[in-house]
C-alpha cells in the first residue's frame, strides 16, 4: 500500500496551500507557520482551487473507502483482539460509533475546500485507516481451512485499497507538482512584495 507516499503528498500539498495563501496576503514564510485557517475561512478568493478540489475529492472518497474495508474484515477478525488493538491504537468507542455513523461517502463529504475542512478530512482518514489496520491485525491465523478464506479476503481487499491510494496519491502529486511550479514562479515577485508590506 501507498499510504505514505500518500501522507506525504497530502501534508506538502496542505502545506503549500497555507505558504501561499500567506504569501498572497503579505506574509512572511516562517516556521512555524502562522495560522492561516481563519483568514482562509473569511477570504473569498482561494488559491491554489485545483489542488484543494482534488484534496476535498479524495479527503471524501478513501475514508470511506477505508471504512468499507474495515467492516468486510471487521466479521473475519478475532473481537477480543480488535479490542485490544483499538486500545493500544488509543481509538475510543465513541470514535469507532462516530465514524459508523459517517460511512457513506456522502457523509464522509467535506463541506468545503477550506484549510480547516481539508485538514479534518486529513485526520479523518488517518482515523479510518488505523480502523482498517487494527482490524486486519486481529485476523485470526490458526492453520485451519478458514484462514484461506479469511486472508483471501484481505488480500483482495489490500490490494483493492492499494490501487485506490496509489491512483490518489499519484493525482495530488501530479497537482502539487504542477503548482509548486506555478508557486517558485511567482514566488520571488511575492517575497518582495511581502517585504514592502510588512
Not at 500567506?22 to 485557517?37: A, D, E, K, M, Q
Not at 486481529?138 to 492499494?162: C, P, V, Y
Amino acid at each position: 500500500m501507498d499510504a505514505q507516499s500518500l501522507d506525504t503528498v497530502l501534508s506538502a500539498s496542505l502545506n503549500l496551500i497555507q505558504e501561499v495563501e500567506l504569501v498572497s496576503r503579505g506574509y512572511r514564510i516562517s516556521s512555524p507557520l502562522p495560522p492561516v485557517t481563519r483568514l482562509d475561512e473569511r477570504s473569498h478568493t482561494r488559491r491554489c482551487a485545483q489542488l484543494r478540489r482534488a484534496l476535498q475529492r479524495i479527503l471524501t472518497l478513501l475514508p470511506a473507502s477505508y471504512y468499507r474495508a474495515f467492516e468486510e474484515l471487521k466479521p473475519l477478525a478475532v473481537e477480543l483482539d480488535l479490542e485490544k488493538y483499538f486500545d493500544i491504537y488509543e481509538i475510543s468507542r465513541s470514535t469507532v460509533v462516530e465514524l459508523e455513523i459517517l460511512k457513506d461517502a456522502d457523509q464522509f463529504a467535506i463541506g468545503d475546500d477550506g484549510l480547516k475542512a481539508l485538514k479534518m478530512g486529513f485526520h479523518k482518514l488517518h482515523l479510518v485507516r488505523k480502523l482498517f489496520f487494527c482490524s486486519l491485525l486481529a485476523l485470526g491465523a490458526d492453520g485451519g481451512k478458514l484462514d484461506f478464506a479469511r486472508w483471501s479476503a484481505a488480500t483482495r481487499i489490500m490490494e483493492n485499497l492499494s490501487t485506490e491510494t496509489a491512483k490518489a496519491s499519484q493525482d495530488v502529486d501530479d497537482l502539487f507538482r504542477a503548482e509548486e511550479g506555478k508557486s517558485d514562479r511567482h514566488s520571488g515577485f511575492a517575497l518582495i512584495s511581502s517585504n514592502r508590506i510588512v
